[in-house]
């Protein structure tokens, strides 16, 4: 039962331009989203996260939006750069819980 | 400012033997969640501590598994009889209670041979 879905296992896009990479989930009790990004052989960074309440987050390049209504988030890195190559994790928490459920990952790869 | 620092990074065993992985938390969190993570999947949740209190755990941590935090600092994770299926980075987090976002330290890989 995958509660977090990234549905795009890899994307490819070129320098400058913006990057989309999107979550679907399916338990309307989750009220707060993270993404977070990994490298390989290091633990997941955290980049951007939004509670349930608002539909838009940004800081800096990356901006996370929320569509409760359809269950699907997705974040926006604009410009793209070499170094956002990695994968990328959304992930899901609900108000009665410390667990985080993640979705498979997306692959980004910048292209210089 | 020291992030989550996990030890070892790299553990090879035969099967059947037991491990057994260390996990400092950042300091000033209260919270220390771990985590297991396989090839192509996202990071899987195991149990969480609240200071010394271990308030929740998965499904995944069978009776071979077993978690301790007691002063509240650092954590262990220990594996007994260890299978092959157990292969995997095991990731360890920190966070607050009142916040939550959890930040995550660089992992120990297992391999079971």
């Known amino acids: 039962d995958q509660q977090v879905k990234q549905n795009s296992p890899s994307l490819s896009v070129q320098e400058g331009r913006i990057s989309i990479l999107n979550c679907d989930y399916t338990n309307s009790m989750f009220d707060y989203f993270l993404w977070y990004k990994k490298y390989p052989a290091e633990g997941p960074t955290f980049l951007i996260s939004i509670s349930s309440i608002k539909d838009k987050n940004e800081d800096g390049r990356f901006t996370v939006f929320l569509n409760k209504s359809a269950k699907h988030l997705s974040l926006h890195i604009v410009p793209s750069q070499p170094g956002d190559s990695a994968v990328y994790f959304c992930?899901?928490?609900?108000?009665?819980?410390?667990?985080?459920?993640f979705g498979q990952g997306t692959t980004l790869q910048v292209k210089p | 400012d020291t992030g989550v620092s996990q030890d070892p990074r790299h553990k090879i065993t035969k099967r059947g033997q037991n491990v057994t992985f260390r996990c400092d938390p950042i300091?000033?969190?209260?919270?220390l969640y771990w985590y297991r993570q396989t090839l192509g999947q996202g990071p899987e949740f195991l149990t969480y501590?609240?200071?010394?209190?271990?308030?929740?755990k998965s499904r995944l941590l069978s009776d071979r598994f077993s978690a301790e935090r007691p002063k509240g600092s650092f954590s262990t994770l220990e594996i007994q009889r260890t299978e092959q299926g157990d292969s995997a980075m095991y990731l360890c987090a920190s966070g607050g209670s009142f916040y939550n976002e959890q930040f995550f330290g660089p992992g120990t890989r297992l391999t079971v041979l």
């Open positions: 501590f609240q200071n010394e209190a271990q308030l929740e």
């Open positions: 992930a899901a928490k609900g108000s009665n819980t410390g667990k985080l459920i």
């Open positions: 300091s000033e969190h209260n919270r």
